[in-house]
């Protein structure tokens, strides 16, 4: 039974994942996240070659991008 008193957490009620807009061509259509990983495994490789995520390396500097526009190619900070 569900308990009335439970508060769905906000993960639950968003629809769609957040992406910000690209600076260069003002749309979110075609943002991807960037990751930063050691060990690169073949999952990582098959989201990247879906279109799904970036790959930007094995260790993230402080003003590194973390999204990126598969459009124009630019790489920025939210």
Same mark, same amino acid.
């Given at each position: 039974?569900?308990?009335?008193?439970? +508060?769905?957490?906000?993960?639950?009620?968003?629809?769609?994942? /957040?992406?910000?807009?690209?600076?260069?061509?003002?749309?979110?259509r075609? +943002?991807?996240?960037?990751?930063?990983?050691?060990?690169?495994?073949?999952?990582?490789l098959e989201?990247?070659?879906?279109?799904? +995520?970036r +790959?930007?390396?094995?260790?993230?500097?402080?003003?590194?991008?973390?999204?990126?526009?598969?459009?124009?190619?630019?790489? /920025?900070?939210?």
């Amino acid at each position: 039974m569900h308990d009335p008193f439970e +508060i769905p957490s906000r993960k639950q009620t968003r629809r769609k994942p /957040f992406r910000p807009r690209c600076k260069t061509c003002r749309t979110n259509r075609h +943002i991807v996240p960037v990751v930063y990983s050691i060990e690169i495994s073949e999952e990582l490789l098959e989201k990247e070659r879906a279109g799904e +995520i970036r +790959i930007g390396g094995n260790a993230r500097s402080v003003d590194a991008p973390n999204w990126y526009c598969s459009k124009c190619g630019g790489a /920025f900070q939210r």
